[in-house]
C-alpha cells in the first residue's frame, strides 16, 4: 500500500487547476446504461473510483474509449449484475440500480452495506423504486430488482439522499408518466445529472429545488457533457493554503458551489477572491476559530469536515464543529491527535480547541477526507508526517501529490 511522506511547513504558493468532480462524474457516467446512443464525456477525472465504475459498466455493456475525455455507449445490456467485490470498494455503485431497472426490468445489485462514515442504507432508494412499481427483495447480500415498466409516482424522501435523488431521476427518466420526488438533493451534482438527462430527452424541471419533477420518455438519446469541477477538491486546496500560511491561485473553480465553505474559510481568516478566471486564495496572519455544522447542501458539506477541522486545530481560540449527516465521521480526529491536535468529541460535536503547531507523526486513516485532512495538517506540521494507506485519497484527489508539489509542498508517495 502506498504511503505519502511529507516534509511540513512549507507555505503553498503557485497555480493549481481543479479536476472534473467525482460525485458528479459517477452518476453521470451511470447515465450511459440508459441509451444505446454514445454518450461524450470532457473533463473526466483520473480517479480510482472512476475506472471502479468503468470497470463495472464494461461489465454491464458498456464500451468505453478514452480518459478524460471520454466516449461510453451501451449498445446492449449484456449483464445486470453488480457483485459484492466492487460494490465493496465503491458504493457509487448502487447507482446503476435506477438505471438498469428502467431500462432492462430488472437488476441484480449487492447491497453496499456499511463504511467507515456510518451505516449508510439505501432504503430510501429502495421506497422510491418500489413505488415506481418494482418488485424488490434483498437475497444473499443483493438487491433483486425487477419490473415491467417503471410508471412514475410521487414520492418523499425521508432525507434529501444525494445518490437516491439521482439513481430515481434516472430510473424517472425511463419511466411511464411523471415522477415527482419531494425533499429531494439540492446538490450541483444532482443538479448536472438533471441537465444531461434533459439532454438525453426527458423533461425535468425543478432541480436544485427540493421538490423535482420528471417526465419520463420512451426511449434517451446519447448527449455531450462537460464534468463540473470538484467543489469538494477547490475546498481541500483552500484550506491547503490557509492552513500553510500560503497563498494559492485556483483554476477551475466554481464559487458558486461553495458559498457555505468560502464563507466559512472567510470568516476563519482566509481571503478567497476571483481574479479574472482563478480564485486567489491568501492564508491569514491568525486562523479564527470558527464553528460549523454540516449539512445538506447549500448547508457546509460533511465532504469538507474533516479538513476544515484540521485548518480549526492551529485556530486562536476554541470552535465546535458538528457532524450532521454521517453517524460516524469524526475518524479523522484520533489520528489529529497524534499530529497534536486537542479535540474533545461529544456526541455529534468535536470541541476542537487550537494549537500552536502540528508536530509530523506516522498516521493512518480509514476513509477519504479523513486522509485528506491529515494531509493538510502535515503540509503545515513540523517534521515529517507519514500518510499511510493513500489508496482512499486516489478514490477522490487526481493525482494529489503532484498538484501538491507544484505549489511548493514536500511531498512523495512511497511505493510499497
Ligand atoms: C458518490 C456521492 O455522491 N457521494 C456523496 C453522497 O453520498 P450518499 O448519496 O451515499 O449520501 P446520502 O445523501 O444518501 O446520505 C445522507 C444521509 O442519509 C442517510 N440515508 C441515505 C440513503 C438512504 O436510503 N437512507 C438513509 O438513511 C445516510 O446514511 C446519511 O446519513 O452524498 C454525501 C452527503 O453529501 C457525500 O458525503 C458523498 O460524498
Ligand atoms: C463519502 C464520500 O464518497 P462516497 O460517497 O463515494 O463514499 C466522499 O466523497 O467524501
Given at each position: 500500500m502506498d504511503k505519502f511522506v511529507i516534509h511540513g511547513g512549507i507555505p503553498l504558493r503557485g497555480k493549481i487547476k481543479i479536476s472534473g468532480g467525482k460525485n458528479a462524474a459517477l452518476p453521470m457516467l451511470a447515465?450511459?446504461?440508459?441509451?444505446p446512443e454514445p454518450i461524450v464525456y470532457h473533463n473526466v477525472p483520473q480517479l480510482s473510483d472512476i475506472f471502479t465504475i468503468k470497470r463495472l459498466l464494461t461489465d454491464l455493456g458498456v464500451i468505453f474509449n478514452g480518459d478524460d475525455s471520454l466516449i461510453a455507449q451501451?449498445?446492449?445490456?449484456?449483464s445486470h449484475c453488480a457483485p459484492y467485490d466492487l460494490v465493496r470498494t465503491m458504493r457509487a455503485s448502487i447507482l446503476v440500480l435506477g438505471p438498469l431497472l428502467a431500462r432492462e426490468g430488472k437488476a441484480y445489485v449487492s447491497l453496499p452495506g456499511g463504511c467507515a462514515i456510518g451505516p449508510r442504507p439505501v432504503d430510501l432508494h429502495l421506497r422510491g423504486l418500489t413505488q415506481m412499481g418494482a418488485e424488490i427483495t434483498l437475497e444473499g447480500g443483493y438487491i433483486n430488482a425487477r419490473a415491467r415498466r417503471l410508471k412514475g409516482a410521487e414520492i418523499y424522501l425521508d432525507i434529501p439522499t444525494v445518490t437516491g435523488t439521482e439513481n430515481l431521476m434516472m430510473a424517472a427518466s425511463l419511466a411511464q408518466g411523471t415522477t415527482i420526488l419531494k425533499n429531494a438533493a439540492r446538490e450541483p451534482e444532482v443538479v448536472a445529472l438533471a441537465q444531461m438527462l434533459k439532454q438525453m430527452g426527458a423533461e425535468i424541471e425543478g432541480q436544485g429545488a427540493n421538490i423535482i419533477k420528471i417526465k419520463g420518455a420512451e426511449s434517451l438519446k446519447g448527449t455531450k457533457v462537460t464534468i463540473i469541477p470538484d467543489r469538494i477538491e477547490a475546498g481541500t486546496y483552500m484550506v491547503a493554503a490557509g492552513i500553510t500560511g500560503g497563498k494559492i491561485y485556483i483554476e477551475n473553480c466554481c464559487l458558486e458551489h461553495l458559498e457555505a465553505v468560502v464563507d466559512k474559510l472567510r470568516e476563519a481568516g482566509l481571503t478567497i477572491e476571483p481574479e479574472g478566471s482563478w480564485v486567489k486564495v491568501k492564508a491569514p496572519q491568525v486562523i479564527k476559530s470558527t464553528d460549523v455544522t454540516t449539512l445538506t447542501y447549500?448547508?457546509?458539506p460533511t465532504d469538507m469536515q474533516a479538513q476544515f477541522m484540521a485548518l480549526m486545530c492551529l485556530g486562536n481560540g476554541v470552535s465546535v464543529i458538528k457532524e450532521n449527516v454521517f453517524e460516524n465521521r469524526f475518524m479523522h480526529v484520533p489520528e489529529l491527535r497524534r499530529l497534536g491536535a486537542n479535540i474533545k468529541i461529544e456526541g455529534a460535536s468535536a470541541i476542537v480547541k487550537g494549537v500552536p503547531r502540528f508536530t509530523g507523526a506516522p498516521v493512518i486513516a480509514t476513509d477519504l477526507r479523513a486522509s485528506a485532512s491529515l494531509v493538510l495538517a502535515g503540509l503545515a506540521a513540523d517534521g515529517v508526517t507519514e500518510i499511510n494507506r493513500v489508496y482512499h485519497l486516489d478514490r477522490g484527489y487526481e493525482q494529489m501529490e503532484k498538484k501538491l508539489q507544484a505549489l511548493g509542498a514536500k511531498i512523495e508517495r512511497v511505493k510499497d
Amino acid at each position: 500500500m502506498d504511503k505519502f511522506v511529507i516534509h511540513g511547513g512549507i507555505p503553498l504558493r503557485g497555480k493549481i487547476k481543479i479536476s472534473g468532480g467525482k460525485n458528479a462524474a459517477l452518476p453521470m457516467l451511470a447515465a450511459s446504461l440508459l441509451t444505446p446512443e454514445p454518450i461524450v464525456y470532457h473533463n473526466v477525472p483520473q480517479l480510482s473510483d472512476i475506472f471502479t465504475i468503468k470497470r463495472l459498466l464494461t461489465d454491464l455493456g458498456v464500451i468505453f474509449n478514452g480518459d478524460d475525455s471520454l466516449i461510453a455507449q451501451a449498445k446492449k445490456i449484456k449483464s445486470h449484475c453488480a457483485p459484492y467485490d466492487l460494490v465493496r470498494t465503491m458504493r457509487a455503485s448502487i447507482l446503476v440500480l435506477g438505471p438498469l431497472l428502467a431500462r432492462e426490468g430488472k437488476a441484480y445489485v449487492s447491497l453496499p452495506g456499511g463504511c467507515a462514515i456510518g451505516p449508510r442504507p439505501v432504503d430510501l432508494h429502495l421506497r422510491g423504486l418500489t413505488q415506481m412499481g418494482a418488485e424488490i427483495t434483498l437475497e444473499g447480500g443483493y438487491i433483486n430488482a425487477r419490473a415491467r415498466r417503471l410508471k412514475g409516482a410521487e414520492i418523499y424522501l425521508d432525507i434529501p439522499t444525494v445518490t437516491g435523488t439521482e439513481n430515481l431521476m434516472m430510473a424517472a427518466s425511463l419511466a411511464q408518466g411523471t415522477t415527482i420526488l419531494k425533499n429531494a438533493a439540492r446538490e450541483p451534482e444532482v443538479v448536472a445529472l438533471a441537465q444531461m438527462l434533459k439532454q438525453m430527452g426527458a423533461e425535468i424541471e425543478g432541480q436544485g429545488a427540493n421538490i423535482i419533477k420528471i417526465k419520463g420518455a420512451e426511449s434517451l438519446k446519447g448527449t455531450k457533457v462537460t464534468i463540473i469541477p470538484d467543489r469538494i477538491e477547490a475546498g481541500t486546496y483552500m484550506v491547503a493554503a490557509g492552513i500553510t500560511g500560503g497563498k494559492i491561485y485556483i483554476e477551475n473553480c466554481c464559487l458558486e458551489h461553495l458559498e457555505a465553505v468560502v464563507d466559512k474559510l472567510r470568516e476563519a481568516g482566509l481571503t478567497i477572491e476571483p481574479e479574472g478566471s482563478w480564485v486567489k486564495v491568501k492564508a491569514p496572519q491568525v486562523i479564527k476559530s470558527t464553528d460549523v455544522t454540516t449539512l445538506t447542501y447549500p448547508g457546509f458539506p460533511t465532504d469538507m469536515q474533516a479538513q476544515f477541522m484540521a485548518l480549526m486545530c492551529l485556530g486562536n481560540g476554541v470552535s465546535v464543529i458538528k457532524e450532521n449527516v454521517f453517524e460516524n465521521r469524526f475518524m479523522h480526529v484520533p489520528e489529529l491527535r497524534r499530529l497534536g491536535a486537542n479535540i474533545k468529541i461529544e456526541g455529534a460535536s468535536a470541541i476542537v480547541k487550537g494549537v500552536p503547531r502540528f508536530t509530523g507523526a506516522p498516521v493512518i486513516a480509514t476513509d477519504l477526507r479523513a486522509s485528506a485532512s491529515l494531509v493538510l495538517a502535515g503540509l503545515a506540521a513540523d517534521g515529517v508526517t507519514e500518510i499511510n494507506r493513500v489508496y482512499h485519497l486516489d478514490r477522490g484527489y487526481e493525482q494529489m501529490e503532484k498538484k501538491l508539489q507544484a505549489l511548493g509542498a514536500k511531498i512523495e508517495r512511497v511505493k510499497d
